[in-house]
C-alpha cells in the first residue's frame, strides 16, 4: 500500500518473474526512469498469484491476466501500456503424443490456474474440456512424467516444448485469430484507482517510459532479463522478448484494445465470468 516519509511516496509494484516482465520494468526497477517524489518498490510473484492479491488490492501497480480483471475492477483500471498480447500467437495445449483437438478434449489437462487468460481461452476453445491446476513451470514435467496426457503452457515453455520431446495440439492464439480477426491479450497492468487521477497519470507514464527505455536499451535490459529467463539461451531469450514486448506493449493500439473487450465478453456471455465487465483504460 501507499507510504508516505520524506515527501517521497512509496508505489508497490507487482509483477511476474519472467523475462517479458523483467524486460518491461527494467527501467524503473534500475532507476534509469525516475519519478521525482516517487518510489517504486517491486515484489515479484507468479502470475496466478498476483491475480488473487489483486483481488484483495494489495499492490498499487499489478500485472494480471485479463480474465482476473473482471473480478478486480472495482478496485482497479487497466494501465494503457505494458500489455502482453499475442499477434497469432499465444497459449499452447501440448501432448506427450500425437493427439488430435478432438482427443483431448476427452482428457483431463494440466493448466496454470483458473484466473489465467490462457484458462479463459482454453475454456472458450472447448467448454467441455476438463483441467486440473498444475504451477505453471510443473506442467511440462508433469506431462513428461506421463501424470497428465496434456498441458497447457504458458511463458517460455512456448519456445522449448519440442525441445523437450512434446508436440503441440493447439495454438489458443492462432485459434483466436481466426475465430475473431484480433490478437489475443494475455496479461496487463493494472492500477489501483484510489491513487487519484493526477497519481495514475504519473505512474502510468512512468511505465511507459520504462518500457521505452527497454526497447531503446535492448541489450542491456536483456542482459536484466536474462536472471529470470529460466533455461533459456541469449537467442531464444530474445525472441521471447521480442513475443511479448514491443510497440502493443507500448501501447494496445485499438484492435488490441477491441481484443481485451470482445475477450471479457465472451467470457462473459459462455458463463465463464460470471459478471458483466466495463472494461476501463486509465
Known amino acids: 500500500m501507499v507510504s508516505t516519509s520524506s515527501q517521497v511516496q512509496t508505489i508497490t ?14 527501467g524503473l526497477a534500475t532507476n534509469k526512469v525516475r519519478v521525482p517524489g516517487l518510489k517504486f518498490e517491486h515484489t515479484l510473484c ?12 494489495m499492490y498499487d501497480v499489478t500485472a494480471i491476466s485479463f480474465h482476473a480483471y473482471p473480478y478486480i475492477q472495482d478496485k ?21 503424443r500425437q493427439l488430435t483437438i478432438n482427443e483431448i478434449k ?15 481461452t482454453l475454456k472458450l476453445f472447448a467448454p467441455e474440456i476438463a483441467t486440473e491446476v498444475v504451477p505453471f ?14 498441458g497447457l503452457i504458458i511463458h517460455e515453455g512456448q519456445l522449448t516444448y519440442a525441445k523437450d520431446g512434446l508436440h503441440r495440439v493447439i495454438d489458443l492464439g492462432k485459434w483466436w485469430r481466426d475465430v475473431t480477426g484480433l490478437p489475443l491479450p494475455l496479461g496487463g497492468n493494472a492500477i489501483r484507482r484510489e491513487l487519484g487521477k493526477e497519481r495514475i497519470a504519473e505512474v502510468s507514464d512512468a511505465l511507459k517510459r520504462s518500457i521505452q527505455y527497454a526497447l531503446e536499451h535492448r541489450e542491456e535490459a536483456l542482459a536484466y532479463a536474462m536472471q529470470f529467463a529460466r533455461d533459456l539461451d541469449h537467442q531464444s531469450a530474445d525472441k521471447f522478448v521480442g513475443m511479448y514486448v514491443n510497440e ?9 484494445r477491441e481484443a481485451v473487450k470482445r475477450l471479457l465478453e465472451m467470457g462473459n456471455r459462455a458463463g465463464i465470468i460470471p459478471q458483466p465487465v466495463k472494461v476501463e483504460f486509465v
Request: hydrophobic letters at 35%; zero cysteines; aromatic letters at 10%.
Open 248 to 256: 502493443r506493449t507500448v501501447d494496445y493500439g485499438p484492435d488490441g
Open 46 to 57: 507468479d502470475i496466478e498469484t498476483l491475480n488473487r492479491q489483486a483481488m484483495e488490492g
Open 106 to 120: 476427452k482428457l483431463r489437462i494440466a493448466v496454470p490456474g483458473t484466473m489465467t487468460t490462457a484458462y479463459l
Open 137 to 150: 513451470d510443473k506442467i511440462i514435467p508433469q506431462v513428461l512424467e506421463g501424470k497428465y496426457e496434456a
Open 13 to 26: 509494484v507487482a509483477h511476474s518473474p519472467d523475462s517479458d516482465d523483467a524486460f518491461m520494468f527494467y
Open 76 to 96: 482497479y483500471a487497466l494501465m494503457p501500456s505494458g500489455g502482453s498480447v499475442g499477434d497469432g500467437y499465444g497459449p499452447m495445449v501440448v501432448a506427450s
